[in-house]
């Protein structure tokens, strides 16, 4: 029986290789919520957040400054009553 179920959770394999973090082994946490089987895949994520992090602030204000595309209100137009009968007439079959 392969039940496999349920979902992974993100504490049963490492957050970088994906080897299963076994009950033994040790268990490298970084920002409180990301576990690493080693110290080596923690350093390596470490060092991949610091670059992004600082790439993100080197471009920061201008990355931040991404404009919604707002597009102009349209009015309904064009009289969508006009192919209907008007309420409170009277069809006569
Ligand atoms: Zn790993």
Redesign the pocket.
């Known amino acids: 029986m392969g039940g496999a179920g349920h979902g992974v959770h993100f504490l049963d394999a ?6 299963p973090l076994a009950g033994n082994r040790d268990i490298f946490m970084y920002r409180g919520d990301t576990a ?3 110290d ?2 923690r350093s390596a994520q470490m060092a991949a957040d610091e670059a992004a992090e600082r790439k993100e602030r080197a471009s920061g204000a201008s990355a931040r400054a991404v404009t919604h595309g707002a597009l102009p209100a349209r009015e309904a137009e064009g009289p969508q009553e006009r192919g209907k009968v008007r309420a409170g007439s009277i069809l006569a079959l």
């Open positions: 490492c957050f970088l290789c994906r080897r690493f089987c080693s080596e895949c």
